[in-house]
């Protein structure tokens, strides 16, 4: 909460939203990540897991969220619902791209080390999958809001809406990510997993649609409803076996 003060505090006075976004939201994403290295030096505890993740897994964390944006995308695009924000010949070159994916990883990081390395294993020692999940999301989901206010991505016209497809495409990668993290008893593959989906979704060849935003945008239905279709077999997976954090 402090630091979530402090950083609100910087953009009142100096407008960091406004002098520059990507830097402004990688320091917002560490938040939870400052909170989580913290706390677990108090409960002497590891937030990056105990155990190498296995290749499969790795494999999955990069080809899942390829998957999910490359249909919903595509069906959308091929569809004419929703257009490229930018021409694919003003996108930039290699090294701009390069650079926004080590800021996705950075971002991801300080996320997951939050919300998947601290959090959920230690809900996971008491709770059941499903409990987990839930009581895992719902501080994301709040932390979110706070910073869509922040940044002032907020809609009035459709404000409701918007509340509603960001709470959904959380929940449907709170699921993905918890299972990964206790299935693997790493934070690596959400890690990954979260890196690639944040690269992918607001990369410059995302889509756009001035007519549909909450149908195409980065926040929109269709990726929402891509996650939930996925993540349905996780949830499955995650509750019948109980999954748990391995000791240490």
């Known amino acids: 909460m402090l630091l979530m003060a402090a950083l609100a505090g910087l953009d009142f006075f100096w407008g960091l939203f406004r002098l520059n976004l990507p830097v402004a939201l990688v320091l917002s994403m560490w938040i939870p ?6 706390a677990a030096r108090y409960a002497k505890g590891s937030v990056f897991g105990s155990r190498l993740p296995r290749i499969r897994f790795l494999a999955l964390a990069v080809i899942a969220p390829i998957g999910v944006c490359g249909i919903v995308y595509g069906a959308l695009w091929f ?24 800021l996705s990883v950075v971002g991801a990081l300080g996320e997951e080390i939050g919300w998947r390395g601290f959090l959920a294993p230690l809900l996971a020692r008491r709770l059941g999958f499903a409990a987990v999940v839930w009581c895992s999301w719902l501080p994301w989901f709040l932390f979110y809001l706070w910073l869509f206010f922040l940044a002032g991505s907020d809609s009035k016209t459709a404000f409701g809406l918007q509340i509603a497809t960001i709470g959904t495409l959380l929940f449907g990668l709170t699921v993905l990510l918890v ?20 690269f992918l979704a607001f990369n410059p060849v995302a889509l756009a649609s001035s007519h549909r935003p909450w149908l195409s945008g980065k926040f929109g239905l269709a990726l929402a409803c891509g996650y939930l279709a996925i993540c349905v077999g996780s949830l499955w997976d995650g509750s019948r076996e109980r999954l748990a954090p391995t000791k240490g």
């Open 33 to 38: 990540g400052m909170a989580g290295l913290i």
């Open 79 to 102: 569809s004419g619902l929703a257009i490229l924000q930018n021409d694919l010949n003003d996108v930039g070159s290699s090294w701009q791209f390069a650079l926004g994916f080590l």
């Open 179 to 198: 299972w990964l993290r206790l299935k693997t008893g790493s934070l690596w593959p959400p890690v990954l997993f979260h890196a690639m989906h944040n």
